[in-house]
């Protein structure tokens, strides 16, 4: 493919973007097919030959997007949100032109820069405290700072690993290194029972022991539970140096008490990492930001812009408030990786802040997107959301068959077919296994039918309906269109059990 091969294509190519947006309303949001489909229609060995555009194409059409589950579609309503805009395409567009491995300054200065100016002006638009910043009010360097990291998975490892440098550093005065190496297996960290498995798997990676504290009847992992669970460890000779404290969490967007988990971590010296993998968007409009009380207090604090605010996967930005640790953790220096001298404030080497070495220029989408939507047009998205998941939580609660899991806070939903419901003809008694069965049954309903997508999930015993509202092309006909699917469908399953 040559440049005006590829001028001529890559017209096509947008075309066919812009009219599947357009037709996504008739395509069925769930892909269908059984596991093994594409072995069975794909060569099994690459071409020796070169093929055509229009063959490709045409694989794409009819080999891939059957296996494709549209989650840009304004009926998919699962998990969380992976919201997109076209600003950001096009801001992964030229980084893709670019092609930049943006290890450390030298290696393009404007993507250094550009990250840490769009990361200042992403902690600004969510009111992170300044401690969090590059650069101070007067333009010199900040102890803190932002960074894109791939994923929330991946923040939560290297906060983990920053939290651990402390505390080994800690120790180091009193302690000969092989001691100091010993202690590395005795180390704990806190997470709820409501916290993201990436949490558990962040401890596996780093071989530390991760303790799973029970959530309180709300869902949130409480100061007094964890320290409770801190003084347990200490007895049994373990050292605790790492607490994670959610602003939202995956199953029902629970706050924990980060105000009581940050008063433990200060007074037992832990790190203090708070996760708002999805929530943190909200931050962006200041009704939400008193719900964040005790974030202005932790170590290291991240959220997903690629979930609810409108930027396209990967694009996970991590902000620490004193980068010292994290930096003495991951650096490496090697002949081949030359340093700047002089002037610092703009010049950080990210590949010290990230688990690879190398990186894209992911800051460029997040600029096109931030000036071209403006802090407005994003707080409008959320409050948008918001307003409508407010409104399928009103009308099931109207209905009468529903009742609701946990308050609707921001774009989730979360609710269930109540016993009573169920078992209004009194054949069956009113059991919690027979409320999960029904409710198991309208989640697998739902997905047979195929007109919107959502999934279900498992509260402490209790099987329920998750609605997460957030597609950027989503309106609120697209959630009237899923409560009359969530009605009928309840019809079925509870005449079935009747």
């Known amino acids: 493919m040559d440049i005006e091969s590829f001028r001529k294509q890559g017209k096509e190519v947008i075309d066919n973007i812009c009219d599947y947006y357009q037709n996504l309303d008739q395509i069925p949001p769930m892909s269908v097919v059984k596991p093994g489909y594409l072995y069975k229609i794909i060569p099994h060995e690459p071409p020796e030959e070169p093929e055509s555009f229009e063959d490709v194409q045409q694989d794409l059409q009819s080999k891939i997007m059957p296996g494709i589950t549209h989650w840009q579609s304004g009926n998919f309503f699962g998990w969380f949100p992976s919201s997109n805009s076209f600003p950001s395409m096009i801001g992964d567009m030229y980084s893709n032109m670019l092609n930049i491995v943006g290890f450390n300054w030298i290696c393009s200065p404007a993507v250094t820069e550009l990250e840490t100016m769009m990361t200042d002006w992403l902690g600004k638009l969510i009111g992170l405290d300044k401690r ?28 983990m690993i920053a939290g651990r ?11 000969i290194e092989a001691e100091i190496d010993g202690m590395r297996h005795r180390l704990v960290a806190y997470f709820s029972d409501q916290t993201h498995c990436s949490g558990q798997k962040a401890s596996n990676i780093i071989g530390c022991k991760a303790c799973i504290i029970p959530s309180d009847e709300d869902y949130r992992l409480t100061g007094d539970a964890l320290l409770d669970a801190i003084r347990r460890d200490k007895a049994a000779g373990l050292i605790p140096f790492f607490v994670c404290g959610t602003f939202g969490t995956t199953n029902t967007t629970a706050i924990d008490d980060l105000v009581g988990i940050a008063d433990v971590a200060e007074a037992e010296k832990l790190w203090f990492h708070v996760d708002a993998a999805y929530a943190g968007s909200a931050l962006s409009c200041p009704e ?96 948008e959301d918001v307003k409508q998941a407010k409104w399928l ?33 009194k054949i069956l008694p009113i059991d919690e296994c027979v409320t999960n069965k029904a409710n198991i049954d309208l989640v697998k309903a739902i997905h047979a039918d195929n007109r919107v997508f959502l999934v279900g999930t498992n509260i402490k015993g209790k099987d329920v309906v998750r609605v997460s ?21 309840t019809t079925s399953v509870i005449e079935q059990w009747s």
């Not at 007067?138 to 939560?156: R, W």
């Not at 440098?165 to 302690?175: A, I, Q």
């Open 132 to 159: 969090f910043l590059a650069v101070n009010p007067d333009g010199t360097e900040g102890q803190g700072g932002g960074s894109i990291q791939g994923s929330a998975s991946e923040a939560i490892i290297v906060a």
């Open 165 to 175: 440098e402390m505390t080994l550093d800690r120790h180091r005065g009193d302690n």
């Open 288 to 383: 939400f930001r008193p719900l964040a009380s005790g974030i202005e207090r932790a170590d290291s604090f991240n959220f997903n812009t690629h979930k609810w605010m409108l930027i396209s996967f990967e694009c996970s930005v991590m902000w620490v408030a004193d980068s010292t640790h994290l930096v003495n953790a991951l650096s490496i220096q090697r002949e081949y990786l030359p340093r700047v001298k002089g002037e610092k404030t703009f010049v950080k080497d990210y590949r010290n802040w990230q688990l690879p070495l190398g990186r894209r220029f992911g800051a460029l989408k997040l600029w096109f997107m931030m000036r071209m939507h403006g802090a407005t047009g994003i707080r409008a998205n959320i409050r």
């Open 393 to 425: 939580e009103e009308k099931l609660l109207e209905d009468g068959r529903f009742e609701i899991m946990a308050p609707v806070v921001f774009g989730l939903v979360v609710f269930r077919i109540k016993p009573a419901a169920i078992t209004s003809t």
């Open 469 to 489: 509202i957030g597609s950027t092309i989503g309106t609120q006909q697209h959630v009237e269109n899923l409560l009359d699917v969530v009605l009928q469908l």
